[in-house]
């Protein structure tokens, strides 16, 4: 049940995106991906916890607990790559791009048109 759960919530933030693309609404494409993207990081630590609980039966605060440990230590290691994604958000957020926009950036001696915007990558298509 747990992993049906999972798949559903999934299924359901695939098929809202989606149905954005088909109605043209990048803007709204976007800022879906980007809270897709950090739903389901959020989704797969719930689950795995609520699955762990469930299958071994050990209690969830317990694991929580040995989570919370974990996480602090993650979070030291992996700090840029969180100030990444959060930028990346804040990007997706703010709407100053969309596909389709053409940039240039000089020091990278980089131009073309944006193809994709996800919550770490942005990607352009050279010419």
């Not at 969180?82 to 997706?92: E, W």
């Amino acid at each position: 049940m747990v992993l049906l759960s999972a798949r559903v919530t999934y299924k359901a933030l695939k098929a809202t995106i989606y149905y954005y693309e088909m109605q043209n609404d990048q803007y709204r494409v976007i800022a879906l991906k980007a809270v897709s993207q950090t739903l389901r990081i959020i989704g797969f630590l719930v689950f795995t916890i609520i699955g762990i609980s469930i299958l071994f039966g050990i209690k969830g605060d317990t694991i929580f607990g040995y989570l919370s440990a974990f996480i602090a230590v993650f979070f030291l290691i992996f700090r840029d790559f969180i100030l990444g994604a959060i930028t990346g958000m804040n990007v997706a957020l703010s709407k100053t791009y969309k596909v389709g926009d053409w940039i240039m950036i000089d020091k990278h001696n980089l131009e073309g048109t944006i193809v994709d915007i996800s919550l770490l990558t942005t990607k352009v298509q050279k010419f």
